[in-house]
Nanobody, 114 residues
């Protein structure tokens, strides 16, 4: 059973920073890609950032320049560093790993106050 466990969410003021972590129960290189998604109330889940096995990254337009996805293979962990947070970044953030199927974490709440 593959598990992805997120941590690091919380309440922060606008302009602040948070770092989310996603710990995988198996090697992150066993996934074709790992990603962070988010879902705000009443909205669809959307891709925030993705990192491939080869290390290439891509970001949503809203995340570019403010968020950075990275990984630590020794810890089987993927991170999302979020800077210059805005109230519209408020959402539940989910870790995703795609291999033979898509795996999801339970989500971590990020709330940005104005």
């Amino acid at each position: 059973q593959v598990q992805l466990v997120e941590s690091g969410g919380g309440l922060v003021q606008a302009g602040g920073s948070l770092r989310l972590s996603c710990a995988a129960s198996r090697s992150i290189f066993s996934f074709n890609a790992m990603a962070w998604y988010r879902q705000a109330p009443g909205k669809q889940r959307e891709l925030v950032a993705r990192i491939s096995t080869h290390g290439s990254t891509d970001y949503s337009d809203s995340a570019k320049g403010r968020f950075t996805i990275s990984r630590d293979s020794a810890k089987n962990t993927v991170y999302l560093q979020m800077n210059s947070l805005k109230p519209e970044d408020t959402a539940v953030y989910y870790c995703n790993g795609y291999a033979e199927m898509a795996y999801w974490g339970q989500g971590t709440q990020v709330t940005v106050s104005s």
